[in-house]
């Protein structure tokens, strides 16, 4: 089961600090998961430039230039943000019983563990 989904707030936890030009410390929400590359898309977080080639829409507008935008990031270089404290923590799974439509089902449900200290 995924730890890190579509949504969650997360915090760069590795990298260079903000004062040297990184981006650790950051929060911002996933806005995409890559499961196969263990990679994430934070918002707001390790912005790319992409020189894209000049072309024409139908309507006959220019595209190109140079863009910018997000860069996955590694997931081991993020931690979920504690919704209570708003610090970075890790993640636990709990089993609950779930009744709908009068059938009782067993599930996992993720969970925020204490956040003592930062990570």
């Not at 929400?29 to 072309?55: M, Q, S």
């Not at 970075?88 to 709908?100: A, I, L």
Request: charged share 35%.
């Amino acid at each position: 089961m995924a730890k890190i989904k579509k949504g969650d707030l997360v915090e760069v936890i590795s990298g260079k600090s903000q004062d040297r030009g990184g981006d650790r410390g950051k929060q911002g929400r996933v806005i995409e998961v890559f499961p196969n590359d263990d990679r994430v898309v934070v918002e707001g977080v390790n912005y790319v430039t992409k020189h894209v080639r000049v072309g024409q829409t139908q309507r006959g507008s220019k595209t190109g230039g140079i863009e910018t935008h997000e860069a996955p990031i590694h997931v081991s270089n993020v931690a979920i943000v504690d919704p209570e404290t708003k610090k970075p923590t890790r993640v636990g799974f709990r089993t609950e019983t779930v009744t709908k439509d009068g059938v009782e089902k067993t599930v996992r449900v993720r969970y925020a563990k204490k956040s003592g200290k930062d990570l």
